[in-house]
């Protein structure tokens, strides 16, 4: 070998972030929000395992959770100038392309195989190229989970009983519209603020899936938690779409075959996981627990639709085509 194809082969290797040169692995970081036990948290360490056990000497994905590598808003930056190379937007995508604000339609997704029928016959055509006009190449879609409200100043059956509370939301204005139309402050806040936030009162609750709850451990700071089910929130494996120009395209190829067959686990996953965690929450005594009245919150949802087929050039289109995959075997 000459020099000059040894300098090559050094550049090429920095330029891929490959920290350990003997072995020529490419160390890829993800970053999530969530506590471990999240949704997002679990179904991360099970793409990073398969990954790295079938790019085993080529690939290794080491996974951060609780915000270690940034918030939700910092992650989608850092993916933009490559210096994290994975993450799972959830909620924040509808602030890049207000088409994912779709996600945001209180009960519109009926359940999780109607989930996984939009993801395979919508999302894909219709909502990734979307971001990745934006910059954020998305290569899988995982779950965040089913969304529920937790507040420290009663049960919430109806939306009135949310009137005036300082609720707490991700990043997204379709949640900040929703919550408004019931009655609610909402307030975006991140979610490595949230806990301290809850517990020294600046909100009153926030709203999230079970196992965000318990994995933050926000049930030892809040009173009520009430099932409302507004939403199913998925989250989105993500990758900048420069720093991925940047992979050896066998292995781009492979990783998002990867990614593509954890999908059906995130959904089994999170479906088991709602089962266990409320059992949990239950056992512990933490939080009083109520269902909320599903058809009261459907009907204080219809201004959010409304809204929606406003703002969002084909938002109605969209929501249609939708409620057309709610059917088994649609
Ligand atoms: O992707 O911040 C939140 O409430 C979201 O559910 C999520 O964990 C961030």
Do not use: C
């Not at 604000?101 to 009926?110: E, H, Q, S, W």
């Not at 929703?178 to 009153?204: H, I, K, R, T």
């Not at 318990?214 to 409302?228: D, F, I, R």
Request: a positive charge; glycine letters at 6%; hydrophobic letters at 40%.
């Amino acid at each position: 070998m000459t020099l000059k194809p040894i300098l090559l082969a050094l550049a090429l290797g920095a330029a891929l972030g490959v920290t350990n040169a003997s072995a020529q692995v490419i160390e890829l970081k993800l970053g999530n929000t969530t506590a471990a036990g999240g949704n997002q948290s679990l179904v991360a360490e099970e793409f990073a395992k398969r990954v790295n056990e079938k790019l085993a000497g080529k690939v290794k994905v080491t996974v951060f959770n609780n915000s270690q590598l940034g918030n939700e808003r910092e992650l989608l930056q850092k993916l933009k100038i490559g210096t994290v190379d994975i993450s799972q937007p959830s909620t924040i995508m509808s602030t890049i392309s207000p088409e994912f604000g779709v996600f945001d339609m209180p009960y519109l997704l009926k359940d999780r195989a109607h989930v996984a029928r939009f993801v395979d016959k919508i999302f894909w055509t219709d909502l990734a190229p979307k971001a990745e006009a934006k910059g954020y190449k998305i290569i899988a879609v995982y779950e965040n989970g089913i969304r529920h409200i937790t507040n420290n100043k009663r049960p919430i059956d109806t939306p009135a009983d949310l009137k005036g509370l300082k609720i707490r939301i991700p990043k997204g204005v379709w949640r900040q519209n929703m919550f408004e139309a019931y009655g609610a402050v909402p307030a975006p806040m991140e979610f490595n603020e949230l806990f301290v936030a809850l517990q020294s009162g600046v909100m009153d609750g926030q709203e999230n899936p079970l196992t965000n709850i318990y994995g933050a451990k926000l049930n030892e700071v809040q009173k009520y938690l009430s099932l409302t089910a507004h939403v199913y929130t998925p989250s989105f494996l993500t990758v900048g779409t420069e720093r991925w120009a940047k992979l050896p395209a066998d292995i781009r190829t492979d990783i998002e075959k990867i990614a593509k067959e954890v999908q059906p686990w995130a959904l089994s996953s999170g479906e088991k996981e709602d089962v266990e965690v409320l059992d949990k929450l239950k056992k512990s005594g933490s939080i009083a627990i109520n269902t909320a009245n599903r058809d009261a919150f459907v009907a204080a949802s219809k201004s959010v639709y409304e809204l929606f087929d406003k703002e969002v050039p084909g938002g109605k289109a969209l929501v249609e085509k939708t409620l057309a995959l709610a059917k088994e075997g649609s």
